[in-house]
């Protein structure tokens, strides 16, 4: 039987792009030939590469507004370094709101100075810091929309006249937003677009060329871009199981639709953790994500007993990230409201219970 699959990532994706998938791996589009074997220099596959670069730009918004969309390799991590090292020249602007953006701290480190303009990490990262500024002679800002180990999300961005960057690596496609403020987002492909293996880069152009250093080819934007994404060999099949799903999105009418889903199901999931008395949210409530929910059992003696229930209940991948524990119910797009309504119930059934 199908598992509730509430996997931090890698994550669900619908059961259509799962059978759509399978059958690539035996016979691509009636060709004799499984996707797997076929050239990415092919006709097939570049059509493949350029819906999927399309269509992102499209679901987003970006059409036609000096952005282009990458599909690297190297995951979110790879980005961390990417970014500085494409775009630090002297000194870059970080908001810290938990592990993934410290990580991106210490990389840009390596290529100049960093000015950490806010940072939660005296609450454990339970919240998102409101009251920066930052500083205009930045050569960008990075912030994590989404924080996907604590479960806290960025609702607003702040006004700058500096380059914008955005690890959008949980909750891209998720919800709508006004993308063109960001001038690049990158999103590792696992928790929201596909399965792992490729990373989504929306760069605006102009932002490019301004720093001295010398850039490797591989770690250098441009050479993406002027190769349309094929520098190198893709990831051939992530690309094209990303690009299953977004078509598959955009038949939910497009983020927009999704979005209504998506706020259904953090609904549920948060009126029972603030209803039910043995179980207690971790971020705050302003800051919490309709991601990834993070919340505590009150008294540790009843988590044998929760623990069996929901895996009894055929529920997958509740256990909270070792930095939070106790547990965390990811959401993403592919996710259906019935199965929050599983854990939802075994949560009250708990308390009726205990
Ligand atoms: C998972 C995650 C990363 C790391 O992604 P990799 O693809 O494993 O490198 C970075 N940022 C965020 C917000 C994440 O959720």
């Known amino acids: 039987?199908?598992?509730?699959?509430?996997?931090?990532?890698?994550?669900?994706?619908?059961e259509t792009v799962f059978q759509e998938a399978s059958q690539a791996i035996l016979d691509y589009n009636n060709s004799g030939l499984s996707i797997l074997e076929i050239s990415h220099r092919s006709k097939d596959f570049v059509d493949v590469m350029e819906e999927a670069r399309s269509l992102s730009l499209e679901l987003l918004g970006l059409e036609n507004k000096g952005y282009k969309a990458l599909f690297l390799q190297g995951g979110a991590s790879l980005?961390?370094?990417?970014v500085a090292y494409n775009l630090l020249e002297k000194k870059a602007a970080y908001l810290n709101t938990g592990t993934w953006a410290d990580k991106a701290i210490k990389e840009a480190k390596l290529f100049g100075e960093v000015d950490v303009v806010a940072s939660s990490e005296n609450r454990n990262f339970n919240y998102i810091p409101k009251k920066y500024t930052v500083p205009e002679d930045a050569d960008y800002f990075h912030c994590t929309s989404n924080n996907t180990i604590f479960g806290t999300q960025m609702k607003r961005f702040p006004k700058t006249s500096v380059p914008m960057v955005c690890d959008m690596s949980s909750d891209i496609f998720s919800r709508e937003m006004d993308f063109s403020k960001f001038d690049l987002i990158y999103a590792g492909a696992q928790k929201n677009m596909g399965p792992a293996g490729t990373t989504l880069v929306i760069i605006k152009e102009d932002i490019l060329g301004k720093v001295s250093r010398k850039i490797p080819?591989?770690?250098?934007?441009?050479?993406?871009?002027?190769?349309?994404?094929?520098?190198?060999?893709?990831?051939?099949?992530?690309v094209y199981i990303s690009l299953l799903n977004l078509r598959w999105l955009k038949a939910q009418g497009g983020i927009s639709g999704i979005e209504e889903k998506n706020k259904k199901k953090a609904q549920l999931i948060y009126s029972e953790i603030d209803i039910n008395p043995l179980f207690k949210g971790f971020a705050a409530e302003e800051d919490r994500s309709k991601m990834n929910a993070t919340f505590n059992l009150v008294k540790d003696s009843l988590k044998e007993r929760f623990d069996k229930s929901w895996k009894d209940a055929g529920?997958?991948?509740?256990?909270?990230?070792?930095?939070?524990g106790g547990y965390r119910a990811s959401m993403y797009n592919a996710l259906p409201l019935e199965s929050v309504q599983i854990l939802v119930d075994v949560m009250s059934d708990l308390e009726r219970k205990a």
């Open 217 to 238: 080819a591989m770690l250098n934007y441009k050479s993406h871009i002027d190769k349309d994404s094929m520098y190198n060999t893709p990831a051939v099949y992530a």
């Open 79 to 82: 980005e961390f370094l990417m």
């Open 315 to 324: 529920i997958n991948g509740l256990t909270g990230h070792r930095s939070v």
């Open 1 to 14: 039987m199908k598992k509730h699959n509430f996997s931090a990532g890698p994550c669900i994706l619908p």
